[in-house]
């Protein structure tokens, strides 16, 4: 469902909470030589032979710039992806190349100053969705080492006031937005009374735990409640954990290891203390990828149960027949956006199209979709970076213009910050088209 | 020792050496150093196959990329083969490689080979002006791009003015040409040209990181 009235008040009060996050920040003080060296030891214990091969390899073609929303969208060149790496290529040229000895003659040392420009490179323009790996034609993995860029500027106490003020919150509350266990339990007891829907909680021997993000409890409960009611239909054996339920990883996003560690920590014992089969992440698109992918990385072995997003659950049950989807009466157009970091990050782009055809929906390809996907223009937190507002405006036009050419009369989506950033987006551009969730679209087309 | 006798002689041998022993340390450096082992279940176990298959895919520029970077995608084709024909199939480059490795093969009509070098020129020419305006390529060049771009259009220059008998005598544009093969030799390793080696690795690095997560990279 789209907003309703009630969602659409508590959109504008989320706004505002989000708006003021940078007021909460406490600045990092740090002298310029030690956030200097703390960068290069930084990008020195991450290097590895796959990002030297790929740095190695780079001819400065450029054309990774032609993929980039952030570029397309304002035609600067300084947001030019493979330049985002360019202090990353200079220590690694003057401290790690086999051919360090030469490339230290003409190669700059990197500066505090570079340090703080690279801020808005690596964090406000850029959503970390991959597009620009697609298309490097040497194929450099750009993004993953942007990735790094992020861990490399926390270390030297350079995160975006925002995305600390989350990161910080996080480490202290193991929560997000304040969404403690009281205001969970609020929410579940609101969807109750209000919708009639059971969450159960803390349910010893179920087989799935799912997980729920802060943006949800606080603003896109229709998600959360979604969720709830076609896991109910489906009978299967499930439960939402109160001690391990935040998805979110700001850890992830804002580049701080030690927050990533613990919040993926909290998930990975609480299910295994529960002693579940399946963990099924919510619609928060690096939630998947954070544990799916990097869980394992973190735990040091692989992880004891499967990972799903639930578009990627759901989309498995339609496609096995276990779950029948009413189909719409009359033949609706709609368009979908694959999140990056489940689709391009996550490998899930079948899934949610079936779901799309099981409700009988006609669904219209945006120009670029699954792996090729344009981005929001929000993702990977620089949804909630305030200066960044008008450099995501820029590639939310170039992401809303691909939906517009489509003629769809709504979108589908299954992520909580894309939402947030289509629905901003679309306030500032004067845009009306509906924004709906996958999961809730599911929700209120099951069929008996 | 005439200028041609040194080109053809330590010159070449040098460089040869340099090329071979650089390269071989600037790979080896490289794709040596650490890397974690990969402990997520993959979606796909078959991700050498992904791997194998970007190295093929990626020649190819995706049809909703291709629009935005055409210039410079089939630009750099062209000079790319018209390269490699040049160096190939010019009947005098066959008689040099057979002298070399005792195999010879049938070359292409020097009027061809002439029309091709020419246009390979052409083409570097253009892709230099290109990165001398073009914004993006402006901040993202450095100093290994001009000098990689020279060094690998001298080669074509001076052994077209060679055979035309254009400039010094044959013998001098002969030498100078030899060189100037030698420069490009000696600066493979340490610019980056060297993707003519790391192409493959890094394309595979990445289909195969895509691959284990069931994306096609």
Request: glycine fraction near 8%; hydrophobic fraction near 45%.
């Given at each position: 469902m789209?907003m309703?009235?009630p969602?659409?008040?508590?959109?504008a009060?989320?706004?505002?909470?989000?708006?003021?996050?940078?007021d909460?920040?406490t600045?990092?003080?740090?002298p310029?030589?030690?956030?200097?060296?703390?960068?290069?030891?930084?990008?020195?214990?991450?290097?590895?032979?796959?990002?030297?091969?790929?740095?190695?390899?780079?001819?400065?073609?450029?054309?990774c710039?032609?993929a980039?929303?952030?570029?397309?969208?304002?035609?600067d060149?300084?947001?030019?992806?493979?330049?985002?790496?360019?202090?990353?290529?200079?220590?690694?040229?003057?401290?790690?190349?086999?051919?360090?000895?030469?490339?230290?003659?003409?190669?700059?040392?990197?500066?505090?100053?570079?340090?703080?420009?690279?801020?808005?490179?690596?964090?406000?323009?850029?959503?970390?969705?991959?597009?620009?790996?697609?298309m490097?034609?040497?194929?450099i993995?750009?993004a993953?080492?942007?990735?790094?860029?992020?861990?490399?500027?926390?270390?030297?106490?350079?995160?975006?006031?925002?995305?600390?003020?989350?990161?910080?919150?996080?480490?202290?509350?193991g929560?997000?937005f304040?969404?403690?266990p009281?205001?969970?339990?609020?929410?579940?007891?609101?969807l109750?009374?209000?919708?009639?829907?059971?969450?159960?909680i803390?349910?010893?021997?179920?087989?799935?735990?799912?997980?729920t993000?802060?943006?949800d409890?606080?603003?896109?409960?229709?998600?959360l409640?979604?969720?709830?009611?076609?896991?109910n239909?489906?009978?299967?054996?499930?439960?939402l954990?109160?001690?391990?339920?935040?998805?979110?990883?700001?850890?992830?996003?804002?580049?701080?290891?030690?927050?990533?560690?613990?919040?993926?920590?909290k998930?990975i014992?609480?299910?295994?203390?529960?002693?579940?089969?399946?963990?099924?992440?919510?619609e928060c698109?690096?939630?998947f990828?954070?544990?799916?992918?990097?869980g394992?990385?973190?735990?040091?072995?692989?992880?004891?149960f499967d990972?799903?997003?639930?578009?990627?659950?759901?989309?498995r049950?339609v496609?096995d027949g276990?779950?029948?989807?009413?189909?719409?009466?009359?033949?609706?157009?709609v368009a979908?956006?694959?999140p990056c970091k489940?689709?391009?990050?996550?490998?899930?782009?079948?899934e949610p199209?079936?779901?799309?055809?099981?409700?009988?929906?006609?669904?219209?390809?945006?120009?670029s979709?699954?792996?090729?996907?344009?981005?929001?223009?929000?993702?990977?937190?620089?949804?909630?970076?305030?200066?960044a507002?008008?450099?995501?405006?820029k590639?939310?036009?170039?992401?809303?213009?691909?939906?517009?050419d489509?003629?769809?009369?709504?979108?589908?989506?299954?992520?909580?910050s894309c939402?947030?950033?289509?629905?901003?987006?679309?306030?500032?551009s004067?845009d009306?088209?509906?924004?709906?969730?996958?999961?809730?679209?599911?929700?209120?087309n099951?069929?008996s | 020792?005439?200028l041609?006798?040194?080109?053809?002689?330590?010159?070449?041998q040098?460089?040869i050496?340099i090329f071979?022993?650089g390269?071989?340390?600037?790979?080896?450096?490289?794709?040596?150093?650490?890397?974690?082992?990969?402990?997520?279940k993959?979606?796909?176990?078959?991700w050498?196959?992904?791997g194998?298959?970007?190295?093929?895919t990626?020649?190819?520029?995706?049809?909703?990329?291709?629009?935005r970077?055409?210039?410079?995608?089939?630009?750099?084709?062209?000079?790319h083969?018209?390269?490699?024909?040049t160096?190939?199939?010019?009947q005098?480059?066959?008689?040099?490689?057979?002298?070399?490795?005792?195999?010879s093969?049938?070359?292409?009509?020097?009027?061809?080979i002439?029309v091709?070098?020419?246009?390979?020129?052409?083409?570097?020419?253009a892709?230099?002006?290109?990165?001398?305006t073009?914004?993006?390529?402006?901040?993202?060049s450095?100093?290994?791009?001009?000098?990689?771009?020279?060094?690998?259009l001298?080669?074509?220059?001076?052994?077209?003015?060679?055979?035309?008998?254009?400039?010094?005598?044959?013998e001098?544009?002969?030498?100078?040409?030899?060189?100037?093969?030698?420069?490009?030799?000696?600066?493979?390793?340490?610019?980056?040209?060297?993707?003519?080696?790391?192409?493959?690795?890094?394309?595979y690095?990445?289909?195969?990181?895509f691959?284990?997560?069931?994306v096609r990279?």
């Amino acid at each position: 469902m789209s907003m309703d009235k009630p969602m659409q008040e508590a959109f504008a009060m989320f706004y505002g909470m989000a708006q003021n996050l940078k007021d909460l920040a406490t600045p990092v003080e740090m002298p310029d030589e030690e956030r200097v060296s703390r960068a290069k030891q930084a990008f020195l214990s991450k290097l590895d032979a796959d990002m030297a091969v790929d740095l190695e390899t780079c001819i400065n073609c450029g054309m990774c710039a032609e993929a980039c929303h952030f570029y397309i969208g304002t035609e600067d060149p300084k947001y030019t992806p493979i330049r985002k790496l360019d202090l990353m290529k200079r220590v690694y040229r003057r401290d790690l190349s086999p051919m360090r000895w030469l490339h230290r003659l003409y190669t700059k040392d990197i500066t505090a100053k570079e340090l703080e420009d690279w801020q808005e490179l690596v964090y406000d323009s850029c959503t970390v969705c991959g597009r620009c790996s697609l298309m490097c034609p040497m194929g450099i993995h750009i993004a993953e080492m942007v990735a790094v860029n992020r861990q490399v500027l926390a270390e030297a106490g350079l995160i975006p006031d925002e995305l600390r003020v989350m990161q910080e919150g996080q480490l202290e509350k193991g929560t997000i937005f304040e969404a403690g266990p009281e205001l969970l339990e609020f929410r579940i007891n609101d969807l109750k009374e209000r919708l009639g829907i059971d969450i159960p909680i803390n349910k010893p021997g179920s087989d799935i735990m799912v997980l729920t993000s802060g943006l949800d409890i606080h603003l896109f409960y229709d998600a959360l409640a979604g969720t709830a009611k076609v896991l109910n239909h489906l009978g299967v054996s499930w439960a939402l954990c109160t001690h391990g339920y935040e998805a979110a990883n700001f850890g992830l996003l804002s580049g701080d290891e030690d927050t990533q560690h613990v919040a993926t920590m909290k998930i990975i014992d609480t299910a295994i203390e529960c002693g579940v089969k399946i963990v099924i992440t919510p619609e928060c698109g690096h939630s998947f990828p954070s544990l799916r992918w990097e869980g394992a990385e973190i735990y040091g072995k692989p992880l004891p149960f499967d990972v799903m997003s639930i578009s990627e659950y759901l989309g498995r049950q339609v496609m096995d027949g276990k779950l029948k989807l009413k189909k719409a009466a009359e033949k609706k157009v709609v368009a979908l956006h694959d999140p990056c970091k489940i689709g391009r990050w996550g490998g899930t782009f079948e899934e949610p199209r079936a779901i799309i055809d099981a409700l009988g929906l006609e669904l219209h390809e945006t120009e670029s979709n699954r792996e090729y996907n344009f981005c929001c223009g929000g993702g990977a937190g620089v949804f909630l970076i305030n200066r960044a507002a008008p450099l995501r405006q820029k590639a939310y036009e170039v992401k809303m213009g691909e939906i517009k050419d489509t003629g769809a009369e709504s979108l589908v989506v299954s992520c909580g910050s894309c939402r947030m950033n289509f629905e901003t987006g679309k306030i500032k551009s004067n845009d009306t088209i509906p924004v709906d969730s996958l999961v809730a679209l599911v929700a209120e087309n099951l069929a008996s | 020792m005439t200028l041609l006798d040194f080109a053809r002689g330590p010159a070449l041998q040098w460089s040869i050496i340099i090329f071979a022993v650089g390269t071989l340390i600037r790979l080896f450096g490289a794709a040596f150093m650490l890397r974690n082992k990969v402990l997520s279940k993959p979606r796909k176990s078959d991700w050498v196959r992904g791997g194998f298959r970007t190295i093929l895919t990626r020649t190819l520029p995706a049809p909703v990329f291709e629009k935005r970077i055409r210039f410079q995608h089939y630009a750099g084709y062209i000079w790319h083969i018209g390269f490699f024909i040049t160096l190939l199939f010019f009947q005098l480059h066959i008689l040099f490689f057979k002298g070399l490795f005792g195999i010879s093969w049938p070359g292409l009509p020097n009027d061809v080979i002439m029309v091709t070098g020419a246009i390979t020129a052409a083409v570097l020419v253009a892709l230099l002006v290109r990165r001398m305006t073009n914004p993006v390529l402006r901040i993202i060049s450095t100093i290994d791009d001009y000098i990689s771009w020279l060094v690998t259009l001298a080669p074509i220059i001076t052994g077209m003015m060679a055979y035309a008998h254009m400039g010094f005598r044959y013998e001098t544009m002969l030498a100078i040409h030899l060189l100037s093969v030698a420069v490009l030799l000696v600066w493979i390793p340490f610019g980056k040209l060297i993707h003519i080696f790391l192409v493959f690795p890094s394309r595979y690095q990445q289909g195969a990181k895509f691959e284990r997560r069931g994306v096609r990279a």
